[in-house]
Nanobody, 116 residues
């Protein structure tokens, strides 16, 4: 099982980034896919979650209206479009997969840094 994130980097406040997470080794379409983030000294928090392609979407309060999650089941990929980035968005962003049961997978994370 692999979740490989990419697309992180350094951006100025107000800018945009698009994160990607490519999954392999499991039945992607049957999993809820989410993005979490963890800033230094803080707990890991939900950024956005998307159930199966026609399912519910949930966003963390801090990112509502600025971030969009979507998925391409044909490409086993989940995306996070991040607009109007703020310095408070600086964190390591993690891809998360859950089979609605006991199986949970995490990616290795990608760093997002937003400068003033």
């Amino acid at each position: 099982v692999k979740l490989v994130e990419s697309g992180g980097g350094v951006v100025h406040a107000g800018g945009s980034l698009r994160l990607s997470c490519i999954a392999s080794g499991f039945e992607f379409s049957g999993y809820a896919m989410s993005w979490y983030r963890q800033a230094p000294g803080k707990k890991r928090e939900l950024v956005a979650g998307l159930r199966r392609a026609d399912g519910d979407i949930e966003y963390g309060d801090a990112v509502k209206g600025r971030f969009t999650i979507d998925r391409d089941d044909a490409q086993n990929t989940v995306y996070l479009q991040m607009n109007l980035l703020k310095p408070d968005d600086t964190a390591v962003y993690y891809c998360h997969a859950w089979n609605y049961g006991p199986l949970i997978y995490w990616g290795q994370g990608t760093q997002v840094t937003v400068s003033e």
